[in-house]
């Protein structure tokens, strides 16, 4: 089975920097991670994803890449914005059985 | 717009009770899914259904059970509420396939006493 580890539990930053989110992996097969936001009392939504085939992918200011080797994938956000702070999930979709597993989130703070 | 509406926002029952959380989605999506989240724990799913009146046990079933007798319906049963089952639910679903993000209701937070 996969796990999924968000190591660090919070990041605070300046508005206009550069927000990192580290998430790791412990299992080499996989097809897809997912990023998802999540404001306080609403649901996680589907930010930005990455395949096993791709280093990398863009979506406006957020980027995610990739590192299979060291089996670790990181969310970019830039410039960061304090809109932008919520709770952010990485999730590993195992498309055989159609479940997803979720890290335990890191809580991105970016103050004005 | 997928939407995914869960019938309560706030749920207070007592130890014991039989509790059903109910969830529907309008877009006709194939997959939907039973988490609870809780602080530090991230997002764990109870579980699944690939399809009417089929269902599958995620990672924390045990005290759960679910219904789905309609595609667009999928009820989470508490038999017999306890309080270590105070926590916030999260119903789901997905089109399938490979990669397909899960969207997501807004929530219930259950508090049993």
């Known amino acids: 089975d996969q796990q999924v580890k968000q190591n660090s539990p919070s990041l605070s930053v300046q508005e206009g920097r550069i927000s990192i989110l580290n998430c790791d992996y412990t299992n080499s097969m996989f097809d897809y991670f997912l990023w998802y936001k999540k404001y306080p009392a609403e649901g996680p939504t589907f930010l930005i994803s990455i395949s096993s085939i791709k280093d990398k992918n863009e979506d406006g200011r957020f980027t995610v890449f990739l590192n299979k080797s060291a089996k670790h994938l990181s969310l970019h956000i830039v410039p960061s914005q304090p809109g932008d702070s919520a709770v952010y999930f990485c999730?590993?979709?195992?498309?055989?059985?159609?479940?997803?597993?979720f890290g335990d989130g890191t809580t991105l703070t970016v103050k004005p | 717009d997928v939407k995914v509406t869960q019938s309560s926002r706030y749920l207070v029952k007592r130890t014991g009770e039989k509790v059903f959380l109910e969830c529907v989605q309008d877009?006709?999506?194939?997959?939907m899914f039973w988490y609870r989240q809780d602080p530090g724990l991230g997002l764990r799913l109870i579980y699944f259904s690939y399809d009417v009146k089929m269902k599958e046990k995620g990672d924390i079933p045990e005290g759960y059970s679910v219904s789905r007798e309609k595609k667009e319906r999928f009820s989470l049963i508490l038999e017999s509420a306890s309080t270590n089952q105070t926590s916030m639910y999260l119903c789901?679903?997905?089109?399938?396939?490979?990669?397909?993000?899960?969207?997501f209701g807004n929530g219930t937070r259950l508090t049993v006493t």
């Open positions: 999730a590993h979709i195992n498309t055989n059985a159609g479940k997803s597993t």
């Open positions: 877009m006709d999506h194939e997959n």
């Open positions: 789901a679903s997905s089109l399938g396939g490979a990669g397909s993000p899960l969207h």
